[in-house]
């Protein structure tokens, strides 16, 4: 049973990694069209800050959807990578802080 477990939690966390990535792309394609990113921020903006802070829950959640939203409103921010950096605080950082 624990095995099952264990393997969940791995397939989750691969999950959420390739959704991040794809979502940072997301947020990146802005760049595509000049004069449209700052609209498409707009829109984009309070989705992938609700889509994150359902990825993770909790404080991390929590937080990383607020920096994603403002992250995304900001002009010039649009390169920082949330949702694949939030994961790394995840699954790497906090997970070694716990060992």
Request: proline letters at 4%; aromatic letters at 16%.
């Amino acid at each position: 049973m624990e095995e099952i477990q264990v393997k969940s939690q791995a397939d989750n966390r691969g999950r959420k990694l390739v959704l991040g990535i794809i979502f940072d792309l997301i947020g990146y394609a802005s760049y595509v069209v000049p004069f449209i990113a700052e609209i498409t921020d707009v829109v984009w903006a309070p989705i992938a800050g609700f889509i994150l802070s359902r990825m993770y829950k909790g404080r991390i959640g929590m937080v990383g959807g607020i920096f994603e939203f403002i992250e995304e409103l900001l002009p010039g921010f649009d390169f920082i990578p949330t949702f694949t950096l939030t994961w790394i605080y995840t699954y790497l950082i906090k997970d070694e802080n716990r060992k």
